[in-house]
């Protein structure tokens, strides 16, 4: 069910990624990831360009939550190439041979990705407001004072412009997230990762963060790789939705295509279970 | 600072009828309003300054030797591993004496601090590691996804969040510390169990100055213990 202003926002968001040199903002090249002998990940290629905005989705075990933490470098590449601006980030093919890429330069491409993670992992020992400065300031070197003007339109942006000062056990689930989404944003990423945000909260506050993402993904043009298994969040704000079963892509495409009228069966079955019908 | 007061100067056993101190009360209160000061003085100057100051060497250490087994490379990690495994296997008395007369140029008061320092920085250092330890995996990844620099993710995220479990268990072992302070008398040095002894031995009464001593100790460990509980709770509810 695309309203007609999210087709527009897609149509506008599609125009302003086709002009910049099409060097993909993520790049897969033959990725492979194990855990020992268990094969979560073979031979995945797949680009994602300036401001795409793309939905993983498939059934739990698919890979999905890998792929996000491969690129923020949560876990070890066991083969193949991730480039994140072109640039590689764990290793780079040098005549064939997987070189690793210094720790320097992996973390100078680590400050464009932001994340966000299912069970939002805020700091307990610092308050709101120490959360989202942070980095900004000892990573990205900005004054305090405009770390803190930031943080402040931030926490406005996602609702809690009074919880500057609150400690995060002092907050609900949901405002928890809302925070954690702040302080991804505070870095001004390139890339902004989100795993299964709302599968940690309750029902209810579940719309209250997809809203506030839905907002960043109007209003900016931030590259997103999704994971969730909000069926309808993903067909507002993606532009193209991948199915992963079994370590592979299944199928991808247009949210509408995939949603609607998917060509594969392993999808049509996903999909039916996930939607209940 | 003196290292050893001599409680016979106060006393010539010589002039002192035997039979008379055997048959005077089991508890003399002038005798013990009497030696208390030695002793009390004994307890600043070296029971409770060993331990201030050993505390603080074991709880800066220790937290030292728990980070550099988990960030140096695997040989140097377990070179300092088994050197604190050995330190902490061994008996304090042993290494007392072995320090004592391997540097023997050494003040026997410092020698007691280092030692006590270092035996229980290797006790510590197993505190902070579990400390550590229980810092959960979604900390660790979220200072990744920050990008945070390696010194600010253990000053600001994982040390404190590792100290708030931590207190009780280091103030204890601070407290262990303080009651192993008699040992000292190994290296000479007159801590107050020493003195107590000295200052009783002349006119052979014994029940006055240990009484002093106990109570001292239990002056001292009692006030700890509860401050290190309400510590303990305080951080517990800043989070």
């Known amino acids: 069910m695309p309203t007609p202003t999210d087709a527009a926002g897609i149509d506008t968001e599609a125009a302003a990624s086709s002009s910049p040199p099409d060097t993909p903002v993520i790049e897969f090249v033959d990725v492979e990831k194990s855990f020992g002998s268990n094969v979560v990940l073979k031979d995945l290629n797949f680009q994602v360009a300036q401001g795409e905005r793309v939905t993983l989705i498939g059934p739990s075990g698919s890979g999905k939550t890998t792929i996000l933490r491969l690129v923020m470098t949560l876990e070890e590449l066991t083969g193949g190439y991730i480039y994140i601006d072109g640039e590689p980030l764990t290793h780079e093919n040098r005549d064939g041979k997987r070189v690793p890429v210094s720790k320097k330069e992996q973390k100078k491409l680590r400050t464009r990705i932001g994340m966000v993670f299912q069970q939002f992992n805020l700091f307990p020992n610092m308050t709101v407001l120490e959360n989202i400065i942070e980095a900004p300031i000892h990573v990205l070197g900005q004054t305090k004072k405009d770390a803190i003007a930031k943080a402040h339109s931030l926490l406005d942006q996602v609702g809690l412009p009074d919880k500057a000062d609150a400690h995060p056990s002092s907050l609900s689930g949901g405002q928890q997230q809302r925070v954690a989404i702040a302080r991804a944003l505070a870095m001004d990423p390139e890339i902004l990762l989100l795993d299964e945000v709302t599968s940690a909260l309750d029902p209810e506050v579940v719309d209250d963060v997809l809203n506030i993402l839905r907002q960043v993904a109007d209003t900016t043009n931030v590259t997103m790789l999704i994971v969730t298994h909000e069926m309808g969040f993903a067909r507002d704000v993606s532009h193209k939705v991948m199915m992963f079963d079994g370590g592979h892509v299944v199928e991808e495409g247009p949210p509408d295509k995939i949603f609607t009228n998917p060509e594969q069966e392993r999808t049509r079955k996903f999909l039916s279970a996930v939607l209940g019908h | ?239």
């Open chain 2, 1 to 239: 600072m003196k290292t050893r007061i001599h409680a016979a100067e106060i006393d010539d056993p010589s002039m002192v009828d035997e039979e008379e101190i055997r048959q005077s009360p089991f508890w003399d209160w002038d005798f013990a309003f009497d030696a208390f000061p030695d002793i009390f003085m004994a307890f600043v100057e070296v029971t409770l300054l060993v331990t201030v100051i050993g505390s603080l060497v074991a709880a800066v250490l220790g937290l030292v030797i728990a980070i550099l087994i988990m960030v140096l490379p695997k040989p140097l990690a377990w070179v300092v591993r088994w050197v604190a495994n050995f330190i902490r296997m061994t008996p304090i008395v042993v290494q007392l004496i072995f320090v004592f007369w391997a540097f023997v140029w050494m003040d026997a008061l410092t020698i007691g601090i280092i030692v006590f320092g270092v035996h229980y920085a290797t006790y510590m250092s197993e505190v902070y590691r579990a400390g550590i330890e229980s810092v959960p995996k979604g900390q660790w990844e979220a200072t990744t996804a920050l990008s945070m620099s390696a010194g600010r993710i253990w000053r600001k995220v994982v040390i404190p969040q590792a100290l708030r479990s931590t207190v009780p268990s280091l103030g204890n072992y601070a407290i262990s510390m303080f009651k192993d302070t008699p040992f000292l008398l190994v290296i000479g040095v007159a801590e107050m169990v020493t003195v107590a002894g000295e200052r009783g031995a002349p006119v052979f009464r014994t029940t006055e100055v240990y009484t002093i001593a106990g109570l001292l100790f239990l002056a001292a460990s009692y006030p700890t213990a509860v401050l290190i509980n309400r510590l303990e709770k305080r951080l517990a509810y800043a989070h």
